[in-house]
């Protein structure tokens, strides 16, 4: 009855749609005088046998004919096919019988001429049929006295009511109907992955939570083991022949707790390895040797203490101290084979791209009512380092690569529109940027050197060109100075006049685009930069830099830090080994979010407490991060492959 009902309403919309105001009457109408709500052969019969034959409706007739052999076109209705053709002989032979009844040849005469040359090339058959309209009697006629007896008509309407009952009241159903069922099906569908994405999730909270606390233990243990040893070698020298068995049983101790949290640990290990077994990977990097000797117990030690303390001291916010953020909805995406380099939202949301190591670009959407016209792959044939929609519509996506290349892809045309090229003296397109009001765009381009152990520390001599988007030809070459450091990070402001660019010393530099000039510039941070953001309000601009500092600076008084956050515990920079770190603003600017080299991204709340949020676990560091341009929801993309959509609740 459901399915009834919205195949009704798509009949109405299509209706209403085309003007035809007059039909949509008529399906009101009989829709009111509708009893039986399903299938009617008798209708159809009367249609058939009532209506087009009696009124010599030659045309309608055919027409309903041929839309049955459509209905009837796939492999499994063989059967259909062949019988309704058998009967399409028979009621257009009864058609002539009842023209020549009526005295009508001449309707007779105009059939022919209409579709003769189709009757003839069905078979020969039809050959003796051109005839009748000049006989005298056909009645009479031995090949056409058994078309016009009773006999012969009560069987053709019994084959033709047996027909279609069995065509439409068995398991068929019209395609209206299947759309209904089939949505039912997606719909049902989606809610079981929401609730299995969800359960996954939790069972990888799970997870990290025994993790830490066999993590916490062992850590125990060694500062246990370390005590236990000063003391027993305290013993030993002070009093001859006491035995330190009081060691021994606080290391039996110790040691049976931790056995018991590994029993439980490996009964979770084993219940999440069947959602995601490359969690399993990360539970082995702890390994417990009790029997180790000082300098094992002194390297345990002071592993505990790194992950305790900064290097001044100061207490590290843990990843613990961040609730987990709550989500509306969460969607997945699987279409690479290699670690997610990059991901972007397109200028309004509806589009996203997303890049892997392997040079491959995927454009596709995360909601099922925006159309998949736009989704494409693109083979770019080297590393992806940059992507930037066009800030003015959702039509141009650009592509820096690490071989000189910037590929704009038309998304409506489904084809690279323009390959431009660096000079071979900056290989490296490590960043792209449009400007939200002139069809402008800046490509910061570098080199690289040996020896760095990071992306960001192995980038050299940079080059930052403006290009035009009209003629896909370079404008102009902003000023650097002499023997710039390479420059890591691109952001414009509002009105597209200022440029700031961030670079491997530390520096801030800001430009005025009108004149083509640096205008200001300050130190902001003792390394390199990452990643630098406006602030919403145009009056300051953040910074992420590979120390894992993350500040906002005065834009009114250039080098005053108005917050500051050290998000190092999560990203661990010096072992990155993706691109480079980034983060990205929500569209209030109160939410920071940033990359991880754990499996969760930290959610900074901007000038709020000190705690902030953490993003659902994948299963890989968390490489790439930007949110959606006007809805609380972000992406994050993962060494694991996948790119998800999470919609959080304000």
């Known amino acids: 009855m459901e399915n009834l009902l919205y195949a009704e309403e798509l009949v109405r919309e299509f209706l209403v749609f085309r003007g035809f105001t007059t039909s949509l009457q008529a399906f009101d109408k009989e829709l009111g005088t509708d009893i039986g709500?399903?299938?009617?052969?008798?209708?159809?019969?009367?249609?058939?046998?009532?209506?087009?034959?009696?009124?010599?409706?030659?045309e309608n007739l055919t027409g309903l004919l041929k839309f049955f052999k459509q209905c009837f076109s796939s492999s499994s209705e063989l059967e259909f096919i062949a019988t309704l053709s058998k009967l399409e002989v028979s009621i257009l032979r009864f058609y002539i019988v009842h023209a020549i009844r009526s005295g009508r040849k001449d309707k007779v005469i105009e059939f022919f001429a209409i579709y003769g040359n189709d009757l003839l090339?069905?078979?020969?058959?039809?050959?003796?049929?051109?005839?009748?309209?000049?006989?005298?009697?056909?009645?009479?006629?031995?090949?056409?006295?058994?078309?016009?007896?009773?006999?012969?008509?009560?069987?053709?309407?019994?084959?033709?009511?047996?027909?279609?009952?069995?065509?439409?009241?068995?398991?068929?159903?019209?395609?209206?109907?299947?759309?209904?069922?089939?949505?039912?099906?997606?719909?049902?569908?989606?809610?079981?992955?929401?609730?299995?994405?969800?359960?996954?999730?939790?069972?990888?909270?799970?997870?990290?939570?025994?993790?830490?606390?066999?993590?916490?233990?062992?850590?125990?243990?060694?500062?246990?083991?370390?005590?236990?040893?000063?003391?027993?070698?305290?013993?030993?020298?002070?009093?001859?022949?006491?035995?330190?068995?009081?060691?021994?049983?606080?290391?039996?101790?110790?040691?049976?707790e931790t056995c018991l949290l590994e029993r439980q640990y490996a009964k979770e290990t084993e219940e999440v390895s069947v959602q995601d077994p490359s969690r399993l990977s990360q539970a082995s990097k702890f390994e417990l040797n009790p029997h180790a000797g000082d300098g094992g117990s002194n390297s345990r030690l002071q592993m505990f203490q790194d992950d305790l303390y900064l290097d001044n001291g100061r207490d590290v916010q843990g990843e613990e101290d961040f609730s987990e953020v709550k989500i509306d909805f969460q969607e997945t995406f699987l279409g690479h084979t290699n670690p997610i380099s990059q991901c972007r939202f397109s200028a309004s949301g509806n589009n996203v791209a997303s890049a892997s190591v392997d040079g491959t670009v995927r454009i596709w959407t995360y909601d099922s009512s925006t159309p998949a016209s736009r989704n494409a792959t693109i083979y770019c044939g080297s590393e992806i380092m940059s992507l930037e929609w066009d800030c003015k519509s959702d039509r141009l996506l650009l592509i820096g690569t690490a071989e000189g290349g910037i590929k704009a892809w038309n998304v409506d045309a489904k084809r690279v529109v323009c390959d431009l090229t660096t000079t071979s003296a900056f290989p490296s397109v490590v960043d792209l940027k449009c400007s939200p009001v002139e069809p402008i765009f800046v490509s910061a381009a570098a080199s690289k050197?040996?020896?760095?152990?990071?992306?960001?520390?192995?980038?050299?001599?940079?080059?930052?060109?403006?290009?035009?988007?009209?003629?896909?030809?370079?404008?102009?070459?902003?000023?650097l100075g002499k023997d710039p450091p390479a420059v890591t990070s691109l952001c414009f402001n509002h009105n597209g006049k200022i440029l700031a660019a961030a670079s491997t010393d530390g520096m801030i530099q800001m430009f005025d685009m009108s004149a083509g000039l640096q205008i200001t510039g300050w130190p902001a941070h003792d390394s390199g930069i990452s990643s630098i953001l406006f602030g919403p309000d145009e009056t300051s601009i953040f910074s992420l830099g590979i120390d894992g500092k993350i500040y906002e600076w005065s834009l009114q008084k250039p080098g005053k830090v108005l917050w500051s956050r050290n998000c190092s515990s999560f990203c661990h920079f010096e072992n990155s080994t993706y691109n480079k770190h980034e983060m990205a603003l929500d569209a209030n600017g109160r939410r920071l979010l940033v990359t991880s080299g754990s499996v969760r991204a930290p959610i900074y709340q901007v000038q709020g407490p000190m705690k902030g949020m953490k993003s659902l676990p994948h299963s890989g560091a968390i490489t790439t991060v930007d949110w959606h341009p006007t809805l609380p929801i972000f992406l994050t993309g993962s060494a694991d492959h996948s790119v998800r959509v999470t919609s959080i609740l304000s």
């Open 121 to 256: 090339q069905r078979g020969q058959e039809w050959m003796s049929w051109f005839a009748i309209p000049y006989l005298k009697n056909p009645n009479v006629e031995p090949q056409f006295r058994i078309y016009f007896s009773q006999e012969w008509f009560d069987a053709l309407l019994l084959s033709v009511r047996n027909l279609l009952s069995e065509a439409f009241s068995g398991t068929r159903i019209p395609a209206l109907l299947k759309i209904s069922s089939e949505r039912s099906v997606i719909n049902r569908l989606k809610k079981d992955v929401k609730q299995l994405n969800l359960r996954l999730s939790e069972l990888q909270a799970l997870l990290e939570e025994k993790e830490k606390q066999l993590h916490h233990l062992r850590s125990n243990l060694t500062i246990k083991l370390e005590l236990d040893a000063s003391q027993a070698h305290s013993k030993t020298y002070n009093v001859s022949g006491i035995s330190t068995s009081s060691a021994c049983d606080n290391l039996s101790q110790a040691s049976d």
């Open 449 to 479: 050197r040996s020896g760095g152990a990071t992306l960001i520390e192995s980038l050299d001599c940079p080059s930052l060109t403006v290009w035009n988007m009209k003629t896909w030809k370079p404008m102009t070459v902003l000023p």
């Open 37 to 58: 709500k399903g299938f009617q052969v008798d209708k159809i019969m009367d249609l058939i046998f009532s209506i087009y034959i009696p009124k010599f409706q030659a």
